[in-house]
């Protein structure tokens, strides 16, 4: 079945610090791939989508690029502020009989120190 | 625009008792979806509601699971009774149409607590 494995975490950063949580993903067909981030306190928020190989995901400074060969989708940013602490989710929809439906990882506890 | 709507926030209570949740989608949304999220890990798919009707209820567990949207509007999803292992945050999710490149807006989730 379709799967989703992010790197281990959690990662700690110092403010201005380079970010990369890694991606990797089993699906048939062509899923679409989501980087979704959890607040304390708060639901899932959409960070950030691609819908077909080649493309690239970005919002807020982060960025993701839909790589179909390596079967990746790695979210990064140049420089990461305190306020981007949180939990950070790697997702995908296929089709087929679970149309739809999202299998998310485990999630990568982010936090930033100043 | 308002959000996802879930009540309660916060659940506590005893194994083999019952409890209930419920959710209120974004407006217009026919397709609704219900995640149980245990610590430490992503969430994963309870149920798929289009409309009123059942899209994906395969990972359900059903002896114990129950969820309805009867208007095919708000949902509720019921556990009776409850286990130890049910204790997880259970988040409702929202989209305005199936498929795979749409989004899925979330509410802030219900935390439950089986003592």
């Known amino acids: 079945g379709d799967s989703v494995t992010q790197m281990e975490g959690p990662v700690t950063l110092s403010e201005e610090a380079f970010l990369t949580i890694n991606c990797t993903y089993t699906?048939?067909?062509?899923?679409?791939l989501f980087w979704y981030v959890q607040y304390p306190g708060e639901g899932l928020q959409l960070l950030l989508k691609a819908t077909k190989a080649d493309d690239k995901g970005s919002n807020k400074g982060f960025e993701a690029t839909y790589r179909k060969e390596t079967t990746s989708f790695h979210l990064e940013k140049g420089s990461v502020q305190v306020s981007d602490s949180a939990v950070y989710f790697c997702?995908?929809?296929?089709?087929?009989?679970?149309?739809?439906?999202?299998?998310f990882g485990q999630g990568t506890i982010l936090t930033v120190h100043p | 625009e308002a959000g996802v709507a879930q009540s309660p926030r916060y659940k506590i209570i005893e194994k083999r008792q019952s409890v209930a949740f419920w959710c209120n989608p974004i407006?217009?949304?026919?397709?609704l979806y219900w995640y149980q999220q245990i610590l430490g890990q992503g969430p994963k798919l309870l149920i798929q509601?289009?409309?009123?009707?059942?899209?994906?209820d395969s990972q359900l567990p059903k002896d114990r699971f129950s969820a309805e949207r009867l208007k095919g509007v708000d949902s509720t999803l019921k556990i009776q009774p409850a286990k130890l292992e049910d204790s997880a945050v259970y988040l409702c999710?929202?989209?305005?149409?199936?498929?795979?490149?749409?989004?899925?807006?979330f509410g802030a989730g219900t935390r439950l607590s089986v003592l």
């Open positions: 699906a048939t067909g062509y899923p679409s």
């Open positions: 407006s217009g949304h026919a397709t």
């Open positions: 999710a929202s989209s305005s149409i199936q498929g795979p490149k749409n989004i899925q807006y």
């Open positions: 997702a995908l929809a296929a089709g087929g009989t679970s149309y739809g439906k999202l299998t």
């Open positions: 509601f289009q409309n009123n009707g059942v899209v994906d």
